[in-house]
């Protein structure tokens, strides 16, 4: 044991890390990534980094360390090696392609959850379930882990619905149909969600226009039993930590393995206690499943896990190819959706999806006969009781009920993309609109986005606008144009492709 | 393009980063491990992390970067996203299990070198390479890779001989033997070596004793030129610098992918202009390669490699399951060899395995003839001539040629274990003798090691001992002392394992 002067770094690390000299380290028999425990009045586990910027006989501390010693930070503590989690073996057999017992898996979620875990050992976890994958008794067992190491709600009631759609497919704003569909039938639905991250707005981006969203599980719970549903980001409650924490190592690669795909679905709606569920899988060129028999497959893994962690799971594959409605970005969406509550008019392509995934969850929640869901459905929507429901959801999270389609305005600098021949529209390249809508600014720009004037099949004349896009400011508006026409998303039957400058400037 | 006031960390990352605020971040589309471009009067493209401890509108600078930017750190910079290197995308194809070209893997291992890449996508290339392994190719064009991102070092004359032992066997301090053997002859040969990274004294770590160690490639070529060889520390120069950054990711993980040790090996000789490899693979329990079928593909597989890269390889497999000598510890190490070197009498594993090994060289670089290596090695060591050599190369690298093994005292601080019974040593475990040689502070503290005075299958009696610790330190010693009567390291037939304390401090 080896006693070290504290010097501390004005820096959070996110986890318990602390610096030793070189010297010191050797001194000790530390080298970076080792564990050392700190002790001061307690013992305190942490990552050992070794940088010459620390002299030696001091320890650099970051500043997660000084918080977790207490209110003023000790001048020195002592230090000794100790051995690595568990976890960081376990994850060695899994790179040995070697199965691993619940107990293993376990304590691999809890480490990570917890931060024990550097990044080099995180990689190496995803890495390895990427390339070998995992059997089902892993993928349930990682499933309850990550249930397990987080906040869960349970309801007195039940049945408890839920829905969750795979993504992949731009403008999908059905959420803010489908749960005031099954509230107002009288069905239980507290539906978490998610912030975009490669997309243009995610549900929660939507329905923050409306309310707030960020909430605890025990808020949640009460609210959803006053109203019948919320909805609410996922990402402000401690509901399945471990998918966040993934989702850190495997951004940067750019995977998504297949085994923690399923557990973090899962593992969302097994902690908010849902009985039911309804999952979207859009399929076609440009979402996560490219092929029938791709989706089929998720489908089926979905309900066996479902099955195994006590959950009725029901899957729909959806027409993913093109925009569902006409518009990308959070305020355009809002907008769109909230008129089609209010005039049960707009794109059928939301209305039929959002009543026909509604649908399915209002029979297996018992409320609609089978075969009549759809029917419910749509009754919900064109009777106004959807929109009411809505309105309740929306004062219950603390938003304005009396809010309107038309108070929602897109961003006041706007482009639009002019056709520059008569013809059809042949090609729509989703993701370079879902680009577009980014450049101009969302998802954190409320008013940026995309609004579609014609989609992939549809005619135009020469100089009618394809797309009209949105901004909160102006050089961004100037980006996304200019990215819009060096490589054009929108190409209509036709049109030359060399020297056409279509955007006017509104 | 945003302007950020920048904050200066005061810690070194040992390569280019910056922190955001999340809201700066997600305004200007960043994710952690992004990569931004920053601009001050030139370009620098730097890692981003996201932490809140920035405030809205600054920047998180660590000292790296303002190192590069120059003299004072500017108080502004602009910050763009940009896209990650293109490694990481080649990265991916490896988890995928695709093949790599030429180039894409030099690009890899230069951006491991220049420190472009963050943990994550270092763990992800090391995990993907030791699962899916690489083509005999790919293995070549790492092993270039690796030689071309480094210094290298060019011989006027030739050939130019080296060594490498695969390591896993204590006490190897053959080198300190082969190499003035070979140079006493008229061959070059100059030796780059590591310090102990597990084990309890590496080549560079013994040789500390009689030279200094650090030396440029430049400054490596002029005395092997003079005086026909050196060893020096690889780690000093900048010879295949990839190697100790892919180390950095392997060790956390404990794992050695295959196509790794070879390029790692391959490539330090290939640095220093090789021509003749002879390389040590000591086969046994405790060592890495743990029988003769194994030793043989390693074997095959190096001398591929050497064929690939021009170099003629020949490797042996050597006895690894016990000691080489009687010795483990940097002083007691180098008081053996020296030994042996001044008297010609020593322990046989020492002599018999230094002589074959410097024979096969001797044969290889034409000094002597096929078949008379070995009495060519035995007759340099019995007449003086390699003691004389490695007097002048410990001259050469700066220290005293006067030296004699009798003024190198291992620590003052000694304990030895005494055996409980008559009998013959019926277990001897190496591992454990190692870690108490390196409790007792090796290689750090160079008095610490261990004496052998019993191996197995060696014959003992009641209370003499069988091993003694020395250590520059009296609570090492006594750590030490606490770690071997803890969990015994040697078995004598018939002792009784419960409530010995067989130790006597001396």
Chains 1, 2 share one sequence.
Request: net charge neutral; charged share 25%; proline share 5%.
């Amino acid at each position: 044991m080896m006693e070290f002067k504290v010097q501390q770094l004005q820096i959070k690390a996110g986890k318990y890390k602390v610096v030793l000299n070189p010297e010191d380290a050797k001194e000790i028999g530390v080298r970076a990534g080792d564990r050392v425990q700190i002790k001061d009045h307690s013992y305190l586990t942490a990552i050992a980094e070794i940088g010459d910027m620390i002299s030696k006989g001091n320890v650099g501390v970051y500043q997660d360390i000084c918080v977790k010693l207490g209110a003023e930070c000790p001048l020195t503590v002592d230090i000794v090696p100790t051995s690595r989690p568990s976890s960081v073996g376990f994850i060695k057999k899994m790179m040995d392609k070697q199965k691993l017992t619940q107990e293993e898996i376990h304590q691999v979620i809890q480490d990570i959850v917890k931060e024990n875990l550097t990044d080099i050992e995180l990689a190496a976890f995803v890495t390895s379930s990427y390339i070998h994958g995992m059997s089902n008794d892993e993928i349930e067992w990682m499933t309850r882990a990550m249930i397990d190491t987080g906040e869960k709600i349970e309801f007195d009631t039940h049945p408890i619905m839920d829905k969750h759609s795979i993504g992949g497919v731009p403008g999908n704003k059905i959420s803010l149909l489908v749960v005031p569909i099954i509230a107002a039938n009288g069905l239980l639905i507290p539906k978490t969600s998610s912030r975009a991250i490669t997309g243009a707005a995610g549900t929660a981006d939507l329905m923050e226009i409306l309310a707030p969203v960020a909430f605890s599980a025990e808020e949640i719970k009460t609210m959803t039993e006053k109203v019948g549903g919320v909805i609410v980001w996922g990402g402000a409650t401690n509901i399945a930590p471990a998918d966040d924490k993934l989702i850190r190592a495997e951004y940067p690669l750019s995977i998504d393995p297949r085994c923690q795909l399923l557990a973090s679905i899962m593992a969302k709606k097994g902690a908010v206690g849902a009985d039911c569920v309804v999952i979207d899988i859009p399929v076609g060129a440009g979402t996560k499943v490219h092929t029938m028999e791709d989706g089929k497959k998720l489908g089926r893994d979905l309900i066996d896990l479902g099955e195994r962690l006590g959950m009725n799971v029901e899957c729909a594959m959806t027409y993913g190819a093109s925009p569902v409605g006409r518009t990308i970005g959070p305020a355009v969406e809002v907008r769109e959706a909230l008129k089609v509550l209010e005039t049960t008019q707009g794109p059928n392509s939301l209305i039929e999806k959002s009543t026909a995934l509604a649908g399915i969850l209002l029979e297996m929640g018992g409320a609609a006969p089978k075969g009549g869901g759809k029917a419910m459905a749509v009754e919900t929507l064109r009777s106004g009781k959807a929109l009411l429901k809505l309105k309740e959801i929306i004062e219950a999270q603390g938003g304005d009920p009396k809010i309107s389609y038309k108070d929602i305005n897109p961003g006041e600098h706007r482009g639009e993309l002019l056709s520059p021949a008569d013809g059809y529209v042949i090609e729509f390249d989703n993701k370079r609109i879902v680009e577009i809508a980014r450049i101009a600014g969302a998802p954190i720009d409320s008013g940026a986005g995309v609004w579609i004037h014609r989609k992939k099949g549809e005619q135009v004349k020469k100089g009618e606008p394809l797309i009209t896009i949105f901004s909160d400011k102006s050089w961004k508006l100037t980006k996304a144009i200019k990215t819009a026409e060096k490589d054009y998303p929108i190409i209509v039957e036709g049109m030359l492709l060399e020297r056409v400058r279509p955007f006017r400037v509104l």
